[in-house]
């Protein structure tokens, strides 16, 4: 069983940055791919970006494609998401999630995820 505790939302102007961070523990990790999907209110959550536990090789969604950079520490056990250039239309939810596939269909088959965190783009 994994556990996934995001952190690191807030408030941000157009065009600022944020980096949210999500700490995994617990087992089971090797059958998972971690990444990040959002949730804005009214709207269908989106998968916005994975990375691949066997090579480290990244999805993104096109409406973040070359803003957002998804990594990950093996030593610290965290998955990170860089975003910059950010829009209002990027405020959502993040949340941290696992799900055995990462590709355009992310975030559709989650096993496991986060409480999420709260990011807001506005001036």
């Known amino acids: 069983q994994l556990q996934l505790v995001e952190s690191g939302g807030g408030l941000v102007q157009p065009g600022g940055t944020l980096r949210l961070s999500c700490a995994v523990s617990?087992?089971?990790?090797?059958?998972?791919?971690i990444g990040w999907f959002r949730q804005a209110p009214g709207k269908e959550h989106e998968g916005v970006s994975c990375?691949?536990?066997?090579?480290?090789?990244?999805y993104y969604a096109d409406s973040v494609k070359g803003r957002f950079t998804i990594s990950r520490d093996n030593a610290k056990n965290t998955v990170y998401l860089q975003m910059n250039s950010l829009k209002p239309e990027d405020t959502a939810v993040y949340y941290c999630?696992?799900?055995?596939?990462?590709?355009?269909?992310?975030?559709?088959?989650?096993?496991?995820w986060g409480q999420g965190t709260q990011v807001t783009v506005s001036s």
């Open positions: 617990g087992s089971g990790l090797d059958y998972y791919h």
């Open positions: 999630g696992a799900d055995p596939r990462c590709g355009p269909d992310w975030g559709t088959r989650l096993g496991y």
């Open positions: 990375i691949r536990s066997s090579d480290d090789s990244t």
